[in-house]
């Protein structure tokens, strides 16, 4: 508790991710007719940290980041972060919402040349959460 009387809380966290990235590209045309790509499956060590506030009864604001991969298994680096809140609107049942952003940047060297995956993510979100008591 705060000063105000209101909970807050904070976290630190560790583990492991499981990723799978499958690209598939057909070019066709002319002078060509063929299919690219590959799957590629690894597991990458991850950090986090996370926060939530009691904003009243029924509002709670949660932050949290984390950051994955270091070099593991080809993933250079992936990170993210999110902002939201959790209106409980009854005992057992909130509603979620808010931003995500999600950047990976993961590349490897395969026997038929090299699988590359890099890209941001971001925007808002909602969802529904039951707890069964």
């Known amino acids: 508790m705060n000063a105000n009387g209101k909970a807050y809380s904070f976290d630190v966290q560790g583990g492991v991710r499981y990723n799978s990235i499958t690209q598939d590209i057909d070019v066709s045309g002319p002078a060509r007719d063929e299919s690219l790509g590959g799957t590629e499956d690894w597991w990458e060590p991850v950090i986090a940290a996370r926060g939530t506030w009691e904003i009243d ?3 709670t604001f949660a932050a949290m980041v984390d950051a994955g991969g270091f070099g593991a298994g080809g993933n250079e680096l992936s990170w993210s972060t999110t902002l939201g809140f959790d209106w409980s609107f009854s005992d057992s049942t909130s509603m979620v919402f808010g931003y995500r952003y999600y950047s990976i940047d993961f590349e ?8 590359g995956y890099a890209f941001e993510q971001h925007g808002p979100f909602i969802g529904l ?3 069964f008591n």
């Open 57 to 59: 009864e029924d509002w």
């Open 129 to 131: 959460t039951y707890a």
């Open 108 to 115: 490897d060297d395969a026997s038929d040349g090299t699988f």
